[in-house]
Each structure stands twice: as structure tokens, then as C-alpha cells.
């Protein structure tokens, strides 16, 4: 079976094309390399021994991407990460973040909502704000978005159960990722973070590396049990596994709705004191930290309910918080060697 994997170069999507290569799937991969390099094509290859097509195409391009569909009539499944994902470039730039997360995913469903299409959508935790309830469900209500990026993950869904309504073959799963983290086992493959990393853990291992000075913890005043904010931090090869759980589920036709909604965390939240402390134990550094102010636009507490992704995809998490640093660390290292 034929799998188009948008942004499948990379850090969560070159994961998916590993795991689908290795249950057998055939994937193509689309990637304007905006925000990865080419060499991750090589580094896939050399953990699955099975080059994936790969097409430099820049989905904003609507006749490009026309071209494409044109030229590939055979796709089955398709899996959906191109987007911009950092949260303040999205405040100074919102049309960007409009053209390339929005527009974008317009094109990719004019083309594909006539057919027999299975797709899988990377949506966010960030849809959900600061939750009434935690854990958070996938009932809870979607609150006004805290920047134009997580606007865009709201939008790309609203747009995807618009479309499904009106066209019966398109089936769509949208996937509530919470925060990713971690690498392959073999380090081949993991996250490249462009300039200073705006997320915790890569400046953490950056920090660990002595490519930055110091962490900055953001706020220990919150009303938790340290005072530091919570988070569920998901191993990236556990995430890659519940897309193909997902992707199974729709080219099966085992889906009850043609758009279906499921959280993609571990179900447990963990305070970023507690990340430091557990990154310390796994990697044996200990960290260079200090508390600075609470960073705007942060929510508390942010943690999955994960029971209908574990009862219906029948997907189960199983990295420890631990493991996934380690993992992250290993990855960090061998990157610093290679530069
Ligand atoms: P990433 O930047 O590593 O991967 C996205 C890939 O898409 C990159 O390789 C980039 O070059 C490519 N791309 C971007 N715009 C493109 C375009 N116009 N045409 C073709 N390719 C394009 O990001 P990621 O962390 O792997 O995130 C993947 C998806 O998951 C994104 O949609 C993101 O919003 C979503 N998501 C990420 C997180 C996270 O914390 N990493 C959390 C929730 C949701
Ligand atoms: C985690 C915690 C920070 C950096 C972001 C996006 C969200 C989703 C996941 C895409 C917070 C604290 C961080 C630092 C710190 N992505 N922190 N020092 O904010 O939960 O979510 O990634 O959809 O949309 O907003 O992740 O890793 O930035 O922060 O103290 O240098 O670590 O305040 O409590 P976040 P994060």
C-alpha cells in the first residue's frame, strides 16, 4: 500500500516513515526541506534498508502539488506533517503560518476529497489552552488559541470535518499530539532544532552539551506540586506507532465516523523540575538551571486522557519519561560529534 507522508523528513514525520516502512508499507515522501535536511533521506534508509521516494516539493504551491497527485494516482493513505510549528514565529508572522499550515492543507484535500483516501492530520494539545479538566479529554472544549499556530491547528481540523461531512470516501483522523520528545534507538534520526530551541527538552540536551550557557525554567509559582509547570511528554517512536494504529484503523474501514479525534500522550504530567531531575539521572549531567519569569502565553497543566486512543487504536505508550531522555541525550551527542 502506497503512503504519502508530507513533511516525512521530519522529526516526528521521518519516525512515522520508519515505523511504516517496517510494517510493510510502501511511503512517499513530500518535503520542501525547509526545516530538515536531505541527509535524514540516508539516515532512514540506513535504519529500514528501504529508500523511501522522496519528491522536494513545496505544498504551498498548489500546481505543484496538483502535478504530483497527478503523477502518483495510487496513494492510499496519507499522513500530513508539512506545517510551521513555532509557537512566537507564528505571533510575528501570522500570514505565514496561515499560508503554510492553512492554504496548504486546502490544496492537499482538493485533491484528495473525490478518492478513496485514508488521512491522518497532526494536530496539537495546543488546541485544548488551559483545560477545565485534566487529564484532558478529547471532549473538552477548544479554547480562543494562544498564538496564530495553535489558531491553524484548530482551523486545519475544523476544515477536515467540514470536508468529511460532504465527501464519504475521505475518511480523516486528526492526532491531539501533547509533547514530544526522544529519538530513534539507533540515533539516526531525531530532532534538529533550527538556532536557540524554543522547546524544553532540546535546550536541555543543548544546555547538558555546553552548546547553551544555562536553562531557563520558566516560573516556579504555578499552582503545582513544585511550582513549575506540567506537561506529558510523549516519546516520539511511541507517537509514530499510534499514527500507524490510526492509519490502520481507516484503511481497514474500521472507523465508526469519518472523522475521528484521539490525544496522543502518555496520560501522565510531569513538572519541568521533574524533567530536570529525571534528565540528570538518565544522562549522569548535571544541569546548569535558574528561575527566570513565567514565559507568556504558557498554560499550567497540560495532560492527555489516553483511554480512547488505548481502547480503540489499541495503542499503548511505553517509554518511561526516563527512557525518553536518555534517548534525546544519545541523540544529542552523536549530533555534536558529526558537527
Ligand atoms: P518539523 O518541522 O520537524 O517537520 C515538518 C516538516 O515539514 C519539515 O521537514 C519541513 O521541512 C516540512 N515542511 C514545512 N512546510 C512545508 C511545505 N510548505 N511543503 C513541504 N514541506 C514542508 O516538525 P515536527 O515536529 O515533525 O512536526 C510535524 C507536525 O506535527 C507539524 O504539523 C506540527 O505542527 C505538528 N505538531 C508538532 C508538535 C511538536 O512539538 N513537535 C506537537 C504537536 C503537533
Ligand atoms: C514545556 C514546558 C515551558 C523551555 C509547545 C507548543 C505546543 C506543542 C508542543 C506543537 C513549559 C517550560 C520550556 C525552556 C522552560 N507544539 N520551558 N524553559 O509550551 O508545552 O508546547 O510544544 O503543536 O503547541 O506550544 O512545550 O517544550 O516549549 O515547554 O522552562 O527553555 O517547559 O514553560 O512549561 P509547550 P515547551
Redesign the pocket.
Known amino acids: 500500500m502506497k503512503i504519502l507522508v508530507t513533511g516525512g523528513l521530519g522529526y516526528i514525520g521521518s519516525h512515522v516513515v520508519v515505523e511504516l516502512q517496517e510494517k510493510g508499507y510502501e511511503v512517499i515522501i513530500i518535503d520542501n526541506l525547509s526545516n530538515t535536511s536531505i541527509d535524514v533521506l540516508d539516515n532512514i534508509t540506513s535504519i529500514t534498508g528501504i529508500r523511501p521516494t522522496f519528491e522536494k516539493i513545496d505544498i504551498r504551491y498548489k500546481e505543484e502539488l496538483h502535478a504530483f497527485f497527478k503523477r502518483h494516482n495510487s496513494i492510499e493513505g496519507i499522513i500530513h506533517f508539512a506545517a510551521s510549528?513555532a509557537?512566537g514565529e507564528s505571533v510575528n508572522s501570522p500570514l505565514l503560518y496561515y499560508e503554510n499550515n492553512v492554504n496548504a492543507l486546502v490544496y492537499l484535500l482538493q485533491n484528495i476529497q473525490n478518492n478513496d483516501i485514508s488521512l491522518i492530520f497532526s494536530s496539537?494539545?495546543?488546541v485544548y489552552g488551559q483545560a477545565e479538566q485534566l487529564p484532558v479529554t478529547e471532549n473538552a472544549p477548544i479554547k480562543p488559541a494562544e498564538s496564530p499556530?495553535?489558531n491553524t491547528?484548530q482551523i486545519g481540523e475544523e476544515i477536515i470535518r467540514d470536508t468529511c461531512k460532504v465527501k464519504p470516501n475521505l475518511k480523516a483522523i486528526a492526532l491531539r499530539?501533547f509533547?514530544p520528545i526522544g529519538a530513534h534507538q539507533s540515533a539516526k534520526i531525531g530532532e534538529l532544532p533550527i538556532g536557540v530551541p524554543?522547546?524544553?527538552?532540546p535546550?536541555i540536551t543543548q544546555t547538558a552539551i555546553g552548546l547553551r550557557k544555562q536553562?531557563?525554567?520558566?516560573g516556579n509559582d504555578y499552582p503545582t506540586r513544585d511550582g513549575t509547570?506540567i506537561?506529558d511528554y510523549i516519546h516520539v517512536a511511541d507517537l509514530a506507532k499510534a499514527h500507524v494504529a490510526a492509519l490502520s484503523r481507516l484503511l481497514n474501514r474500521k472507523a465508526k465516523e469519518n472523522f475521528e479525534i484521539f490525544n496522543v500522550g502518555t496520560g501522565t504530567g510531569s513538572t519541568?523540575m521533574e524533567v530536570i531531575t529525571a534528565f540528570e539521572k538518565a544522562s549522569g549531567v548535571s544541569l546548569n538551571y535558574r528561575i527566570v519569569d513565567r514565559?507568556a502565553g504558557?498554560v499550567v497543566e497540560a495532560y492527555a486522557q489516553t483511554d480512547k486512543a488505548r481502547n480503540i487504536l489499541g495503542w499503548t505508550p511505553t517509554y518511561s519519561l526516563e527512557e525518553s531522555l536518555a534517548s534525546s541525550w544519545k541523540w544529542e551527542k552523536i549530533v555534536r560529534e558529526k558537527k
Not at 198 to 201: E, F, H, M, R, T
Not at 215 to 218: D, E, I, Q, R
Open positions: 510549528k509557537v496539537s494539545c495546543t499556530y495553535g491547528k499530539y509533547n524554543q522547546n524544553l527538552v535546550y536553562l531557563s525554567v520558566y509547570a506537561r519541568v514565559r504558557d
